[in-house]
C-alpha cells in the first residue's frame, strides 16, 4: 500500500515559474526523500530531510517537513523545460518492521513549458 | 564512482517462464532493496538485504525471491511468470539504513 500521498497529481507551469508539490503520510517516519524520475527511468535522488529536520534547501529545491502535519513540500523555484518529469516523496520507517523499506507515493507529473 | 548498475536494461519472457535480474550497488554499499513500478504507480517495496541477510519483504507471492551475495551484489528472481508481474525493476543500494537510497536504471520486464 502507498503511504505517501502526492498532490497535486499533475503540475503544468511555465518555464522560471515556481513549483510546489506536496506530500502526506500516515506512520512515523526516520526520514523522508524526494526523487525525480524521467520517463520510466531509474530514481534520481534529490534530497533526504530526517524526522528531527524542518527545512532543507539543495541549489533550486526547497523542501520542508511538518511532522505534526506528516507532511512535506517540495518547492523548485526557477523552473526550466529539463524539470519536467514525475516526482515522488518516499518515506523511511527505519527500524522494525519497515527496517530500511521506502514507502512511495503515486507521484506528481510536472510539465514545464518553455 | 559508478551508481547502482543493473542487468538486462530490457527483457521479454512469456507466461510461465522464469527470469533473474542482477544488480551491484554502489562501492561501501552494504544494503541492496528491490522494488516492483507499474506503469503510472509509485515504486513497491519487494525486498531488502543488508550484510547478505534479508532483512525486510514486501507483500509480494513467493514466487519472487532475492539474495545477496559477499560482494554484495544482488539477484532477484521470478518464476512462473504472470502477465501482471510487467513493471520496471528497481534495485537501489545504501550505506546504511539512516543515509540515502540511490537507485539505478531498471530493468523493464515484459511478460507475452
Known amino acids: 500500500s502507498q503511504q505517501g500521498e502526492e498532490d497535486p497529481q499533475a503540475l503544468s507551469i511555465q518555464e522560471g515559474e515556481n513549483a510546489t508539490m506536496n506530500c502526506s503520510y500516515k506512520?512515523?517516519?526516520?526520514?523522508l526523500q524526494w526523487y525525480r524520475q524521467n520517463s520510466g527511468r531509474g530514481l534520481v535522488h534529490l534530497i533526504l530531510?530526517?524526522?528531527?529536520?524542518r527545512e532543507k534547501h539543495s541549489g533550486r529545491l526547497r523542501v520542508t517537513l511538518d511532522t505534526s502535519k506528516k507532511s512535506s513540500s517540495l518547492l523548485i523555484t526557477a523552473s526550466r523545460a529539463a524539470d519536467t518529469a514525475s516526482y515522488f516523496c518516499?518515506?523511511?520507517?527505519?527500524?522494525?518492521?519497515?527496517?530500511?523499506?521506502?514507502?512511495f507515493g503515486q507521484g506528481t507529473i510536472l510539465t514545464v513549458h518553455p | 564512482d559508478a551508481g547502482v548498475t543493473q542487468s538486462p536494461t530490457h527483457l521479454i519472457k512469456t507466461r510461465g517462464q522464469h527470469v533473474t535480474l542482477r544488480c551491484s550497488p554502489i562501492s561501501g554499499h552494504k544494503s541492496v532493496s528491490w522494488y516492483q513500478q507499474v506503469l503510472g504507480q509509485g515504486p513497491q517495496f519487494i525486498f531488502q538485504y543488508y550484510e547478505k541477510e534479508e532483512r525486510g519483504r514486501g507483500n509480494f507471492p513467493d514466487r519472487f525471491s532475492a539474495r545477496q551475495f559477499p560482494n554484495y551484489s544482488s539477484e532477484l528472481n521470478v518464476n512462473a511468470l504472470l502477465l501482471g508481474d510487467s513493471a520496471l525493476y528497481l534495485c537501489a543500494s545504501r550505506r546504511n539504513n539512516y543515509n540515502e537510497q540511490f537507485f539505478g536504471p531498471g530493468t523493464r520486464l515484459t511478460v507475452l
Open positions: 506512520t512515523s517516519i526516520n526520514n
Open positions: 530531510i530526517r524526522s528531527n529536520e
Open positions: 518516499a518515506t523511511d520507517g527505519g527500524g522494525g518492521t519497515s527496517y530500511g523499506k521506502l514507502t
